[in-house]
Structure formats: C-alpha cells, structure tokens
C-alpha cells in the first residue's frame, strides 16, 4: 500500500486525524497531492529531531482545534435538537435569509406568529442575531437546502 493510499484510508476512518510524511523522496508534485489530501505536513529525510518535534506539535494543536469544532458542532446540533417540528421549518427558512412575510406565506401562517418562532427559535439556539443563527445551523450540519 502506498502512502497516499494509506492517507486516504486513515482520512476515511477518522477524520479528524493529522497526517505527516515523513519520505526520501521529497518531490514537490508529491508533497503538492499529499497536502491537497489532507496531510498537515511532507518532511523530507533526513529531518532533525527538532523539524519532527516541530510538526508533531502542530498535528496535536491541529487535532485540537478539529476536537473543538467537533465540540461546536456537538452542542449545535444538540440546541437543534430541542426545536419543535413548526421551529424547526421557521428556522430552515430564516437561515436560508427570508424575510418573515415570506416565511409566514410558506407555513401558511401570519407573519408575528412567525416573530414568535423564530425569537423561540433564536432563543433555543443561544443566537443573538441572523449571523450566529446560520453559524448554529453551519457548525450543526443542518444548512438548510432551499426549502
């Protein structure tokens, strides 16, 4: 198995893993596809322990920014959880940016039932405004498609 098969293996099976080459072959269209598939980084040898330290320092603040966001998008889709069925179509038509009349004539309902959603719904989402809602609904994996 070659090296980028491996890599795209280990991409498949755990996402949030931070690869390095580490090769004696350190050609630059190699490196090129490498880095495009995911590795953090393409050492070439001989390397001195310092350049080895170095990027397995950055794999592990990597990894722990990707945990982070794993964090994000855990507690995002737990807050979208909470929403009921009727929120829940607000809330993909507000994310998507439409305004409350067209919201209210979509649902078939009057445009201040759709303020009281959608305040329930910004409320539920911990979203002081439009642009932390659609990061709610980004970080959850829940980007709405058009409705």
Request: hydrophobic letters at 40%.
């Amino acid at each position: 198995m070659s090296g980028f098969d491996v890599q795209k293996l280990l991409k498949k099976k755990a996402r949030q893993i931070q690869i390095v080459f580490l090769t004696g072959h350190g050609e630059v269209p190699l490196a090129v596809e490498a880095m495009r598939a995911g590795a953090l980084d393409f050492i070439e040898k001989p390397s001195t322990d310092r350049d080895i330290l170095d990027v397995v320092e950055r794999a592990c603040q990597a990894y722990s920014q990707c945990h982070a966001r794993r964090l994000t998008e855990a507690v995002a889709k737990q807050r979208i959880a909470t929403l009921t069925g009727r929120e829940q179509e607000v809330f993909e038509r507000v994310a998507l940016g439409r305004q409350n009349k067209e919201v209210a004539r979509d649902l078939e309902i009057s445009p201040r039932t759709v303020e009281i959603y959608r305040a329930r719904v910004m409320y539920k989402l911990e979203a002081d405004n439009l642009s932390e809602l659609i990061r709610v609904a980004i970080a959850g994996g829940h980007y709405p498609d058009a409705v």
